[in-house]
């Protein structure tokens, strides 16, 4: 299975739709919970890199560094919650956990980043496929 993880409206719902034919899986609550303001960035990183030994899954980062599309994509939103609005900044948590984990040489062949900044939903998708595909997954 392929978990796609990363913060509201970075557009995993959307590849998921796209990609017919692989097993994807919208996050995973044991990451996410990783991925907050309490647990200090080695901390996280290591926890992270725990869990990534103990399953079989493989997880997908993606990553938007455009805070003002995130933005947009929330607030298009017909429901939003205090998470939704700190979008931009989870955002970073996950591509610094990610930076971090591949510094210290903590990242298994389980766990890659992609950046999805300003792709449409086609394009996010296709580049999700071609890193899959790259990957052997």
């Given at each position: 299975?392929?978990?796609?993880?990363?913060?509201?409206?970075?557009?995993?719902?959307?590849?998921?739709?796209?990609?017919?034919?692989?097993?994807?899986?919208?996050?995973d609550?044991n990451?996410?919970?990783?991925?907050?303001?309490?647990?200090?960035?080695?901390?996280?990183?290591?926890?992270?890199?725990?869990?990534?030994?103990?399953?079989?899954?493989?997880?997908?980062?993606l990553?938007?560094?455009?805070?003002?599309e995130?933005?947009?994509?929330?607030?298009?939103?017909?429901?939003?919650?205090?998470?939704?609005?700190?979008?931009?900044?989870y955002?970073?948590?996950?591509?610094?956990?990610?930076?971090y984990?591949?510094?210290n040489?903590?990242?298994?062949?389980?766990?890659?980043?992609l950046?999805?900044?300003?792709?449409?939903?086609?394009?996010?998708?296709?580049?999700?496929?071609?890193?899959?595909?790259?990957?052997?997954?």
């Amino acid at each position: 299975m392929i978990i796609l993880e990363g913060t509201d409206a970075v557009g995993k719902t959307s590849v998921i739709n796209n990609l017919k034919g692989f097993n994807f899986k919208d996050r995973d609550i044991n990451i996410s919970n990783l991925m907050n303001f309490d647990i200090t960035l080695k901390d996280r990183a290591n926890r992270l890199n725990d869990y990534l030994k103990s399953i079989n899954d493989h997880v997908i980062f993606l990553i938007n560094n455009d805070k003002e599309e995130l933005e947009k994509r929330v607030y298009s939103r017909k429901v939003i919650d205090e998470y939704d609005k700190l979008t931009y900044l989870y955002n970073l948590i996950y591509l610094e956990t990610y930076t971090y984990m591949e510094y210290n040489s903590l990242l298994e062949d389980k766990l890659c980043v992609l950046d999805c900044t300003n792709l449409s939903v086609e394009a996010e998708a296709k580049k999700v496929k071609e890193l899959i595909i790259k990957k052997g997954w």
